[in-house]
């Protein structure tokens, strides 16, 4: 049969043939029960959203005791509010008290001296000593008038000035008395506090064995994962071994452009959907199936991404140890001698589109929705499947490619299209960056993930940051040793590390000895895995080793809080989170 005749074949007809063909590489696992190791929705990488009754177990578990201590938060900021009111109350009246007895015992000075001075005249001065004393008789009723006055008017002031100082003692036992009452109620919630707390810590045990029980279920979905890639590069390797046996040596893909002016010797055109035949790729004719041809610009490229599997995410790089999903895709062609842009933006921007119903190995995939514009890139490996630095799984995985989430199918062995933009955010709706969500620098929220409880992250979801014990989302610790590698260029050492994730139990025991200033358990922002708190310098506004932080952290994913800026009320230069959710 001639490559014309072929060409003319029906489109279903061709279809089929197309069909029949990729079934023939068999490059996915075909489901066949529980244990079949095929991709799913959600790929396990470290943080698959599992459909566990355990989980759900913990997470109602985890809330009920977090709703406890936080509606007993209110009460206890209230409590402790009050009693500072009334211990403020108490130093201001005991100070009134203290300013009129003064003032009273200043008059009491003044009468005390005029008394002297009477003493010292003789006696008491009187009327009758004025006229006595042989005075003018005009002098002497003068002298009586202003007595009449200074007797009064002293009586007047040392009344007044005792008014004041019953009024103040009479203030500072009513402000002693709210003290009492409010210390008593702040000793009331102490101790419901100390119940609360003391259940949280009954409660831990049983979380603890929720949680095991969640991270043994997601240790599982992991493995098959790791089959699934495993198989897939199996499987690869035998379609590469099958074209090698079968005496093919793929060509360029300048050779497979036009299959309209000609294929190399011995192949033919693959089927389009729309009835003709596709560009960029060719069969060789076999019975039962045909075996399909690719150039080899995309077995290089295919084969490439391979190698790269099971390598973990992380935005802002590029290899050979972590990767973003755009890196990927412009590294493994680049191996193959095609140049790429190195962001999902750019690679849609340029890459020639083919139809979705045409998807063949090495093909680029561009995943996304009309809310959140273009959110992933991936290389397709079937119809159904797709190699990917996928951020939701947290490394290069392989996984279900969602067939009503595809924005378009691009071929990277047909040249570049004159640039087009990419599809973005609707108004008001956040970036999604390889299949996760991107918060700006300004967000200032919690950032749950994974489906997890704050606190009760399975440890199969975390990994080691490099720096003494601590831990983060694989993803976030990926980003972070990069980081801390390029901060290492600038100032001759790792990222200093004082705090990254917190299990629920040390926010427990962080609470019971600080109730008034740390988190109610479950809601600390270390507890998503997703925080550090940072040394060496960092932990100051204005150093050097802040100052590269504010500029370059953002390349890797990570963000200094608003909150935590200076001026808004929890200055925390140290503290640094992962945005890349």
């Known amino acids: 049969m001639s490559a014309r005749t072929l060409w003319r074949i029906p489109a279903s007809a061709a279809s089929r043939v197309l069909v029949a063909t990729l079934a023939a590489l068999a490059l996915t696992v075909p489901l066949a029960g529980p244990s079949a190791a095929a991709p799913s929705d959600q790929p396990g990488g470290t943080s698959g959203v599992l459909d566990s009754d355990a989980l759900d177990r913990l997470q109602q578990r985890a809330a009920d005791v977090q709703n406890d201590l936080k509606a007993q938060q209110a009460e206890v900021t209230a409590a402790r509010e009050s009693l500072a009111d009334a211990q403020a109350d108490v130093t201001a009246a005991e100070k009134v008290v203290s300013d009129a007895e003064g003032e009273l015992a200043q008059h009491q000075e003044v009468v005390a001296g005029y008394a002297a ?61 709210a003290l009492a009452k409010a210390q008593e109620r702040a000793d009331e919630v102490s101790a419901r506090v100390s119940e609360l707390e003391a259940a949280a810590e009954a409660v831990t045990d049983e979380l603890g064995e929720a949680l095991g029980e969640v991270d043994r279920q997601l240790a599982q979905l992991q493995k098959e994962q790791l089959d699934v890639n495993a198989r897939t590069a199996a499987n690869w390797k035998a379609y590469v071994d099958q074209l090698a046996a079968a005496g093919v040596t793929s060509p360029p893909a300048a050779q497979l452009r036009d299959p309209a002016g000609g294929l190399p010797a011995g192949l033919v055109p693959v089927g389009g959907s729309g009835g003709g035949a596709q560009r960029g790729a060719a069969q060789l004719p076999r019975q039962p199936t045909s075996l399909l041809v690719l150039p080899a610009e995309t077995m290089t490229a295919v084969t490439t991404a391979m190698a790269a599997l ?15 999903c755009g890196s990927l895709v412009q590294s493994v062609y680049a191996a193959a001698g095609i140049a790429l842009p190195g962001d999902q933006g750019g690679l849609f921007s340029v890459t020639v589109p083919v139809e979705p119903a045409d998807v063949l190995p090495g093909d680029l995939v561009f995943l996304g929705n009309g809310e959140s514009g273009l959110g992933h890139v991936g290389i397709a490996l079937d119809p159904k499947t797709m190699l990917a630095a996928d951020a939701r799984a947290g490394s290069v995985v392989v996984r279900t490619l969602p067939a009503d989430e595809v924005l378009g199918i691009g071929r990277p062995t047909l040249g570049q299209r004159a640039p087009v933009a990419a599809p973005k955010p609707a108004a008001g709706s956040l970036r999604v960056e390889c299949g996760n969500t991107v918060h700006p620098p300004s967000y200032g929220g919690e950032r749950a993930w994974g489906g997890y409880p704050n606190g009760l992250i399975p440890p ?122």
């Open 117 to 177: 001075a009477v003493y010292r005249d003789g006696g008491s001065l009187t009327p009758l000593t004025l006229l006595l004393s042989g005075g003018d008789p005009g002098d002497v009723l003068t002298a009586m008038g202003f007595l009449d006055v200074v007797d009064r008017h002293a009586a007047d002031v040392i009344g007044s000035a005792e008014k004041l100082r019953r009024a103040a003692l009479d203030r500072q036992r009513r402000a002693k008395a």
């Open 310 to 324: 099971g390598r973990p995410y992380a935005p802002g790089t590029s290899g050979p140890e972590s990767w973003d």
């Open 460 to 581: 199969s979801a975390m990994c080691p940051l490099g720096v003494g014990d601590h831990q983060l989302r694989c993803d976030a610790a990926a980003a972070f040793r990069a980081m801390s590698a390029a901060y290492a260029a600038s100032f001759g050492g790792p990222v200093c590390v004082t705090d990254s994730y917190r299990t629920y139990a040390s926010q427990v025991r962080l609470y019971g000895e600080k109730p008034a200033l740390a988190a109610v358990p479950g809601t600390s922002n270390h507890g998503w895995g997703l925080a550090l708190d940072l040394c060496g310098g960092i932990q100051n506004y204005g150093t050097a080793p802040y100052q590269w932080m504010v500029a370059n952290a953002g390349r890797f994913g990570y963000l200094h809080p608003t909150w935590a800026d200076p001026g808004n009320g929890r200055e925390e230069p140290w503290h640094w989170e992962y945005a890349g959710t």
